[in-house]
């Protein structure tokens, strides 16, 4: 089944603790991307990645870092997590950044405290 | 920035009525994709319907159909014969340049039994 698979659901973790998210997705799309979903913000672009090797900012990266050392894979780090990125967070992938939709993860909610 | 703005926060209506949720949009280019996503409140973020706008024909997929007024950079679905499994939080989004999709904040829609 096609699909872009996100983990884990749920975290709780406290400040200044490294995580990870993960994401990998089973489509071969060369797209990928995070968001983080805010009430009343809708969604907000964290970071992208055209291909393997190749990631850049969206509108608000601060505080979070991505790789993307193979095609299928593009982990989300948050290395110092703070209060305010507690949040609920999608993953998403697509063909073509330009006009194919975004195929989305089941999302990640997030709790810093 | 360019925005996308959903000016209604909540809407609620009966079973079987149709509904018609609002979108605008900011944009230079002249051409680009929009879209709309359903969320459930099992979280997941599934396409509802797309729109290509140099295409002058609305899209429809079923009961969703869309009105497309590029000039006034308008973008609203309607809804026919709503169902109790249309409630959902809906967002608009639009692709902007080849790195991102833009999305509105949401409107919340209930269907009342």
């Known amino acids: 089944e096609a699909q872009v698979t996100q983990n884990p659901r749920y975290l709780i973790t406290v400040t200044g603790k490294k995580l990870t998210v993960t994401c990998s997705q089973n489509?071969?799309?060369?797209?990928m991307s995070w968001y983080r979903q805010d009430p009343g913000l809708g969604l907000r672009q964290i970071y992208y990645s055209m291909n393997v090797e190749v990631t850049d900012k969206g509108d608000v990266p601060e505080g979070y870092k991505v790789s993307r050392k193979e095609k299928r894979n593009f982990p989300l780090i948050l290395e110092s997590p703070s209060p305010n990125q507690t949040s609920l967070y999608f993953c998403a992938s697509s063909f073509s950044s330009y006009n194919s939709p975004l195929h989305f993860g089941n999302g990640t909610r997030l709790t810093v405290t | 920035a360019q925005t996308v703005t959903q000016s209604q926060p909540e809407m609620s209506v009966q079973e079987a009525e149709t509904v018609t949720l609002s979108c605008t949009y900011d944009?230079?280019?002249?051409?680009?994709?929009l879209f709309w996503y359903k969320q459930p409140p099992s979280r997941q973020m599934i396409l509802v319907i797309r729109q290509e706008a140099y295409k002058q024909q609305n899209a429809t997929e079923n009961r969703f159909s869309v009105n497309f007024q590029k000039a006034a950079k308008s973008f609203s679905l309607k809804i026919s014969d709503s169902q109790l499994g249309d409630t959902a939080m809906y967002f608009c989004a639009r692709i902007q340049g080849a790195q991102k999709l833009v999305f509105g904040q949401g409107t919340r829609l209930t269907i009342n039994p």
């Open positions: 944009t230079s280019e002249n051409n680009y994709y």
């Open positions: 489509m071969n799309h060369e797209y």
